[in-house]
Structure formats: C-alpha cells, structure tokens
C-alpha cells in the first residue's frame, strides 16, 4: 500500500511538501514555507501536521523558499536522515536558507519591539535562526541529474531537469511496493519552466508514470513566446534611455536578477543596448550568481555557445558596464548618479530591501522608468505601481508617483497551461491518475478539467493535509 498526504501547497500556491508512505517508511517531498497572512503563516510553518522525528528520507525538488524554506525548521523538530537535491540547489539553500533565516530574525526582532504596552506577553522567537540554517546544511546530500539513489528499502529516487531555475528538478520515486507486490513510479513535478528560458534548459521530457503529482501554477493561462518578450524587454530600455532618467528593475535576487543581467549582456554584446552602466544592488543576488557561475553543468547550449566568445572567456554574468554593489555605502553612492542608468535591486514585489532606497529618490522624477519583471502579489507595493497609483508609501512617507511603470512577464520561470499538458502528453506512458498542487484553487480546477478531457488523465485537486491510497 502507498499513501500520499499532501501537507502543503494544497489549494495554494507556497509551503510544498507531500508525505509518502510505502513499506513502513516515509519520505517527504520538499518542505517549504507557507507565506500568507502574518498569524495564519506563523502556525502553518511552525507546527508540521507529521512529526519530523518520524521521517525516513527527504528529497528537494529545488531551492525556491516556498519548496525549501522550511527545511531548518524540519531539522530542528529533528528529522536527522538526508536531503537528497541536486549539487546547485545545495548551493543555493546555503545562501537562501541563511537570507531567509535572517529575515525571521528580523521580523521577530520588530515584533518585540512593537509590543509596547503588551510587554507581559511572551517573545515572538524566529521560525529559525541563522544558526538553525547552517545546522540543516549538515544534511544536504547532492546527486547529479539522473543518477538513481536508493533512499529507502525498496524506493528509488531520480532527479530529472525540470527546467525553472537553477538546479531544479522533478523526482521519479520508482517504488517496489512489497505488501501489495507490484513496481508503482510516481512522478512529482516539483515547479516544471518554460522552454526557452535563459541559461536554463528546456524541461525534461519524462516517459511516464502510474501517479503523478504536478504544479498548477499558471494552470489557466498562456503566457506570450518568450522570443517577444525579449524584443519588447530591448524596446522598453530604448525608450527609458530616450527619456534620460534611471530604469529601476526590482528583480528577485536569485534566478530573475541573473536572467535579466545574462539578456542585458547578450543585448550589450550585439550592440541592441543603449551606453549606460548597470548596476546589481543586492549582496544575495551577488552571492548567488556566483552559485550560478560554479554550475555550468545546469546550463543550455545557448548559454554555453555565448561563453565560448573569444576563446572561451566571456562571462555571462559580467561585462564592462556591469558593477556588482555589495556595501552600504557603494549603494548609497547610486544616489548621487547623474543621467541615466539600469539599477536591479530587491527585493521583486518592492517590499523590502535596496530597491525601496532606489524609489523613494527617483519616483517622484517623470524620466524614471520602473520595468518589472516579475509576478505582484496583492497589497504589494509592487503591485500598487502596476495598478498606477497617484501616490504610494515608502518607508512611511506619501511620495507622489511620477514614475513610468512597464510590466514584462517573459521571464516567468513556470510553464502555462498548455507547457504543463505538453509535458504530460509527450508521456509515452499516461499516468492512471495525477493530483493537481501549487495553485490557487481556479488555475487548478481549470487544468484540471482539461487534463481529464484532453490527457485522459483522471485527475484531482486534494485539499490540505488530505491523505489518499495510490
Ligand atoms: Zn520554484
Ligand atoms: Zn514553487
């Protein structure tokens, strides 16, 4: 017997982890954080609805907080076997998990400052410390792409590209179910990208499986070919160079600040880029392009064919113009920049970190361009600029909004509807049946009905913390 319960990322997009049991073991999917509203979050990830002493085996299907962000948590509770990831997403978790545990260092530190008069109430105590982070690290064990590993008696596990970010993966278990005795492959999709994506490669296309659980982020959507996404990326820097003031680019530090710095290379190498410096101010996305140099083994032939210019020496990630700012004070310098130039600072949605500096001082100039390359979430400021707001708060001052905000989504990291049924139609063998996660409950129920209809694919969408027999 074989049952899933899906513990996170069920109806919703953030917190990823799904409990197997087979053979008397358990093996968790990813463990990710939840993020939603304050009180709801703080539970959610604090209390897991399994105890991590129980677990047998873990496998990481990538290095998103949201598949992730949980993971020293996990270890704290004390899980103590392996996490199986690939040697990037290792990389890369020792960066985020630390930024990331910082963060809730942070927040619980403002938290208690803000008590005031309830002083008798307890601490708030981060979800994790940075310490907490560096521990979990001790369990990381990395495969390469396609290697089988046996993680438990009778259970294999592969990591196959799954094309949308750095080192992510979908997982094939290959699992001898000894009770029932029968040979079951379940295929969970991790966050599955979209062909064409800079630096990475196309997803994999997998042969099959018997259960699949797959990612329904964009389940009701078409995203537009990302060939013109680049045109009006150039077109957009054109005009916001014309018009002589700064073009600010929230990006997020890890995997979009990368796709945006490679595409304004490739622009400033066949001459498509207007003369102005560019500037990445943000010490993680310094961090974490270097993980991104140290894994070439992750990178598609277009990437690689750029890099062996002249004589193989061209960095993807730097060029003459480009200038990494890791201080305080080489960010504040920025202010003082005189005519234009591109600044990518975080974080993406502009609700915290080095961007908000970049605003306040050049939102109220009509040359201003705010180019934003990434997904808003609601009551963001992020999210504000693109609905056009007159006025906007930063660090709890009015200014007025006299910036020009242009809005690319080309560099989206995860496959639209029809990506995701491609995927699963390119399968010589169709799952019997698949569960619908990481989705809101539309994108989800949508996919889902199309799935059945178009793929054959009996599927569902579970709810949280629902267990099913497989
Ligand atoms: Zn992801
Ligand atoms: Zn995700």
């Known amino acids: 017997m074989i049952t899933i319960q899906f513990c996170g990322a069920a109806g919703t997009v953030t917190g990823s982890q799904h409990l197997i049991e087979v053979n008397g073991k358990r093996i968790l999917l990813d463990c990710g954080m939840f993020q939603g509203r304050r009180a709801e979050s703080r539970t959610r990830n604090r209390e897991f609805p399994f105890d991590p002493k129980t677990i047998d085996a873990m496998v990481l299907s990538h290095a ?13 509770q004390g899980y103590r076997s392996e996490i199986l990831c690939t040697f990037a997403t290792r990389d890369l978790c020792a960066a985020m998990l630390i930024d990331s545990a910082h963060i809730q260092e942070n927040d619980a530190l403002f938290l208690n400052k803000k008590k005031g008069r309830h002083r008798d109430e307890p601490d708030v105590v981060p979800l994790y410390t940075q310490e907490d982070a560096l521990r979990s690290l001790d ?23 799954a094309g949308h970010m750095l080192g992510s993966a979908f997982v094939t278990l290959d699992i001898e179910d000894f009770e029932d005795k029968r040979h079951v492959r379940l295929l969970f999709s991790g966050d599955i990208g979209r062909p064409g994506l800079p630096i990475l490669r196309d997803p994999k296309q997998p042969d099959g499986c018997d259960v699949l659980i797959m990612e329904s982020t964009y389940g009701d959507r ?13 077109q957009i820097i054109g005009d916001a160079y014309r018009r002589g003031g700064k073009i600010l680019i929230p990006a997020f530090a890890v995997g979009r600040t990368q796709q945006v710095v490679y595409t304004l290379h490739q622009l400033a190498r066949t001459g498509d880029l207007p003369n102005v410096p560019v500037y990445v101010d943000s010490p993680l996305a310094s961090d974490v392009t270097n993980v991104f140099r140290l894994h070439p083994e992750c990178y598609d032939d277009e990437i690689r064919a750029f890099m062996s210019q002249n004589g193989g020496r061209v960095d993807p990630f730097g060029f003459s113009r480009l200038h990494y700012t890791r201080n305080v004070e080489d960010s504040k310098q920025l202010n003082f920049l005189q005519g234009s130039a591109i600044i990518i600072s975080a974080s993406g949605m502009m609700e915290a970190g080095r961007i908000l500096h970049h605003l306040k001082n050049n939102i109220e100039d009509p040359n201003t361009t705010v180019l934003v390359v990434g997904w808003q979430a609601e009551h963001t400021l992020g999210r504000r600029l693109v609905d056009g707001a007159p006025q906007v708060r930063i660090f709890g001052d009015m200014y007025e909004n006299r910036a020009r905000t242009e809005v690319l989504n080309g560099f989206s990291g995860h496959a639209d509807a029809d990506g995701l049924l491609a995927w699963v139609g390119g399968m010589a063998q169709r799952p019997k049946q698949a569960f619908l996660v990481h989705g809101e409950p539309e994108p989800a129920a949508v996919l889902a009905a199309r799935m059945s209809a178009e793929q054959g694919v009996p599927t569902t969408v579970p709810v949280w913390k629902q267990k099913v027999t497989v």
């Open 64 to 76: 998103h907080i949201d598949h992730s962000g949980n993971i020293p948590n996990l270890v704290k």
């Open 139 to 161: 369990s990381f064990s990395s495969i390469g792409y396609d290697r089988p590993r046996l993680i438990a008696p009778g259970v294999t596990a592969t990591l196959s590209d």
């Open 222 to 234: 078409k995203h537009p070919v990302y060939e013109d996404d680049i045109r009006h990326f150039e």
